[in-house]
């Protein structure tokens, strides 16, 4: 489940921006923008009380009943596949986003306690983003950016295949722009139980054409996810030893094409 939610605390207004050097004669030019903030894996206790206050402070905006549970860590924040990213602000250090990804390498997503993916699906590596929270005001979109795109790179880092999220509307329609598709085209809105019965769309993306397809479809953030580096995003290092690479020979080939 995703609620995009955002919490009252300030943060900067702007990036900074520097042509970074092309590697090979042929290779697609890059550059390099540096952010206001920092996104990076939660290392321990402390990051994590900093990525549930945010959390916490985000819900409790537009779920105040729903926040109320999440005044603490959950056990999902410490389950094996599970790893929780942190924005924090470069001028203090206050969290300014979260986000959760669990893969299905040890049991399947939390959305699958209300709905039966496909077969086809189930068979495949997968991640689903839970828990985004964000801080308001202008800034707040880019952190919801920035976030969206280490889950991009920490699923191409660990062999995900397919991002899988589900969105309340009208946190919906932000994944409609990014091109994710509905799993259950059709169905509209189906309430999770771990989501407090709220209705969400569930919906993926295809992690290995997305370069490709949002290429062809001239996508606005096609430069900032793919020829965009960005060195505050630190997904490397003290990564939890519990969250292998995902082998594709954990999960039986499968020809059958996401149903369009």
Same mark, same amino acid.
């Given at each position: 489940? /995703? ?8 943060? +900067? &207004?702007?990036?900074? #921006? $520097?042509? !970074?050097?092309?590697? %090979? ?28 206050? /945010? ?8 779920? +105040? &009943?729903?926040?109320? #549970? $999440?005044? !603490?860590?959950?056990? %999902? ?184």
């Amino acid at each position: 489940m /995703i609620h995009q939610t955002t919490s009252t605390v300030s943060q +900067p &207004d702007r990036i900074k #921006t $520097l042509l !970074s050097r092309v590697g %090979a004669p042929n290779a697609t030019a890059m550059t390099e923008e540096l952010l206001p903030f920092t996104v990076r894996l939660v290392r321990d206790q402390d990051d994590l009380s900093k990525a549930v206050q /945010i959390r916490h402070s985000a819900y409790a905006r537009h779920l +105040p &009943d729903f926040a109320e #549970t $999440l005044k !603490s860590a959950e056990t %999902a924040d410490a389950e094996n596949g599970v790893v929780v990213l942190l924005a924090e602000s470069k001028l203090d250090g206050s969290p300014l986003g979260t986000m959760r990804i669990q893969t299905n390498q040890f049991k399947p997503l939390c959305l699958e306690q209300s709905v039966e993916l496909p077969a086809w699906l189930k068979r495949r590596p997968l991640a689903e983003a839970t828990r985004l929270g964000v801080t308001d005001g202008k800034g707040g979109r880019l952190v919801t950016t920035v976030l969206f795109k280490a889950f991009f790179q920490y699923c191409q880092q660990t062999g995900i295949e397919w991002m899988v999220v589900a969105g309340r509307a009208p946190v919906d329609r932000m994944y409609d722009r990014l091109m994710f598709e509905d799993v259950f085209p059709g169905m509209g809105y189906i309430p999770l139980a771990h989501a407090g019965n709220l209705p969400h769309r569930v919906m993926l993306f295809d992690v290995n054409t997305a370069e490709d397809r949002w290429a062809q479809a001239k996508h606005p953030l096609f430069g900032f996810m793919c020829h965009t580096h960005h060195p505050d995003i630190n997904l490397g290092g003290q990564r939890r030893q519990n969250v292998p690479h995902m082998a594709m020979s954990a999960f039986p080939a499968q020809g059958t094409a996401f149903p369009m």
